[in-house]
Nanobody, 112 residues
Framework: QVQLVESGGGLAQPGGSLRLSCAASGFTFNIYALSWARQAPGKGLEWVSGIYSDGRGTYYADSVKGRFTMSRDNAKNMLYLQMNSLKPEDTALYYC?????WGQGTQVTVSP
């Protein structure tokens, strides 16, 4: 079955960086586009970024454009989200998403 396991979340200071990872299994990883989404406390789900199956195209929400970089390693079935210049409003539970399947999420907290 499809499994998506996120890791790499934690506490960061404003202006800091974190790198999220998502380990995928149970499907043919290299033929699917993938996404990151997040949910802040008390708010709805927000799509953050997406990447084509071959990794050559990425796209981002305006709220993270220029600060976050999404990548993938199809040889390792891994998805990444490099988050720089973090802001308190980036605090959320971050999910790896594939065709309707979601991981359990990894918590990112940005606070002084």
């Amino acid at each position: 079955q499809v499994q998506l396991v996120e890791s790499g979340g934690g506490l960061a200071q404003p202006g800091g960086s974190l790198r999220l990872s998502c380990a995928a299994s149970g499907f043919t990883f290299n033929i699917y586009a993938l996404s990151w989404a997040r949910q802040a406390p008390g708010k709805g789900l927000e799509w953050v970024s997406g990447i084509y199956s071959d990794g050559r195209g990425t796209y981002y929400a305006d709220s993270v454009k220029g600060r976050f970089t999404m990548s993938r390693d199809n040889a390792k079935n891994m998805l990444y989200l490099q988050m720089n210049s973090l802001k308190p409003e980036d605090t959320a539970l971050y999910y790896c998403v594939e065709a309707g399947y979601w991981g359990q999420g990894t918590q990112v907290t940005v606070s002084p």
